[in-house]
């Protein structure tokens, strides 16, 4: 895959089909969760031929390409200082989602019970090691870290 900002730049990289498309069913929030407290949602993985694991950039660091909403700017505006990140796919968009938001100095937690892997062997390791390496912490959605935000809803 090609860099679109430096065309002299390429990654090998699985591609994956499409899935979770915006407005279809695979994209649905679970049954559930309370959407009104939502403040926003991102878009990403708007195109076709351009991985974005990370909520923030492409696979190149590239942040205006595939995505809506500027995630970094958007949590700055707000004071925001930590973010949960939780989803299917913890050995990539999970990963690099809380990879790229500790790099950007949030604290940074990832809900272990929120989270599935492709891989369940060597892909979370690689995952849970990288984790613990930049600081990212994984807890539990019973745990005191995630009653943090319970409490701000009251």
């Not at 900002?5 to 994956?16: A, C, D, V």
């Not at 351009?50 to 809506?68: K, M, P």
């Not at 604290?107 to 690689?126: A, H, I, L, M, P």
Request: charged letters at 30%; glycine letters at 10%.
């Amino acid at each position: 895959m090609k860099n679109p900002s430096n065309p002299t730049e390429s990654r090998e990289t699985t591609l994956w089909p499409p899935h979770c498309i915006r407005d279809t069913p695979g994209a649905e929030f679970v049954p559930g969760l309370d959407t009104e407290k939502l403040d926003g949602v991102v878009h990403k993985g708007t195109l076709e031929d351009l991985e974005t694991y990370s909520c923030i950039a492409d696979i190149f660091g590239n942040r205006e390409a595939g995505f809506d909403v500027d995630v970094v700017g958007r949590l700055r505006e707000r004071e925001v200082s930590h973010v949960f990140v939780v989803g299917l796919a913890g050995d990539f968009c999970v990963r690099y989602s809380a990879l790229d938001l500790a790099r950007e100095g949030f604290v940074t937690f990832v809900v272990g019970d929120c989270v599935g892997y492709v891989d369940e062997g060597k892909g979370r390791e690689e995952t849970l090691r990288e984790w613990e390496g930049m600081g990212v912490k994984v807890v539990q959605s019973d745990e005191e870290e995630v009653e943090w935000v319970r409490r701000l809803e009251q």
